[in-house]
């Protein structure tokens, strides 16, 4: 049983397009992140969000925007999509605010913009 | 500014031999460091953390040297195997800071050659 787990695994659209990507988690975390992995892998934080408190990286466009139905799930919503916004975009989970121990990521979602 | 700085970016060692992989911090607020491995197509998955009231953490063939002084850490993986081909990236995060987001290094592609 998949403990973080992303949809779609790909994803291809034009330019200017909006999309979204699903993200669930079943280990009773409370804290969940959306990380942008770049062609050369870095791994770069873009969003926390815990108990409904969201701590956006300064970093990121605001056509990015995290969304949480409830505490099990944290959705990512692109608008305008750019050719500079194809990454891979990874889900995590910790179990505290503080971040806990044992980061649990998802298999990320591979984002092409053409 | 990059608060994690990790080297080599690749490397390549035999079946049996040792691989080190090296990072240095400059938060001094950091006091947890995990290590995590990827492999292709999957998220990054907890390998070994080390807190820095220890000097050493060992598990299996993998292994953390901590340097508090030197603000810098290391893992070595014994015995490497060709199954342990894949992306490493180290890791820091301020476990008791408001944020308690992980930050990475930029990561090793490590190839153990048969």
């Known amino acids: 049983d998949t403990a973080v787990s992303q949809t779609p695994k790909y994803l291809v659209t034009q330019m200017g397009n909006d999309k979204s990507i699903k993200c669930e988690q079943n280990l009773g975390h409370d804290t969940m992140y959306w990380y942008k992995q770049d062609s050369k892998k870095f791994l770069k934080i873009m969003f926390s969000y815990n108990n409904k408190e969201l701590i956006i990286n300064e970093t990121v466009p605001n056509r990015f925007s995290p969304k949480s139905p409830d505490k099990a799930h944290l959705n990512l919503h692109i608008n305008s999509l750019e050719l500079g916004d194809s990454a891979v975009y990874f889900c995590a989970s910790s179990p505290g605010a503080g971040g806990g121990y044992g980061y649990t990521f998802g298999s990320g979602t591979r984002l092409t913009v053409v | 500014q990059q608060q994690v700085k990790q080297s080599p970016q690749s490397l390549i060692v035999q079946k049996g031999g040792i691989s080190i992989i090296n990072c240095a911090y400059e938060n001094t607020a950091f006091d947890y460091f995990p290590w995590y491995q990827q492999f292709p197509g999957k998220g990054p998955a907890l390998l070994i953390a080390i807190r820095p009231d220890v000097s050493e953490k060992k598990e299996g063939r993998f292994t953390i040297s901590f340097n508090k002084s030197a603000k810098q850490f290391s893992l070595h993986i014994m015995d490497s195997q060709p199954g342990d081909s894949a992306t490493y990236f180290c890791?820091?995060?301020?476990?008791?800071?408001?944020?308690?987001?992980?930050?990475f290094g930029k990561g090793t592609k490590l190839s153990v050659k048969p």
């Open positions: 890791a820091a995060l301020n476990y008791g800071g408001s944020q308690g987001n992980l930050i």
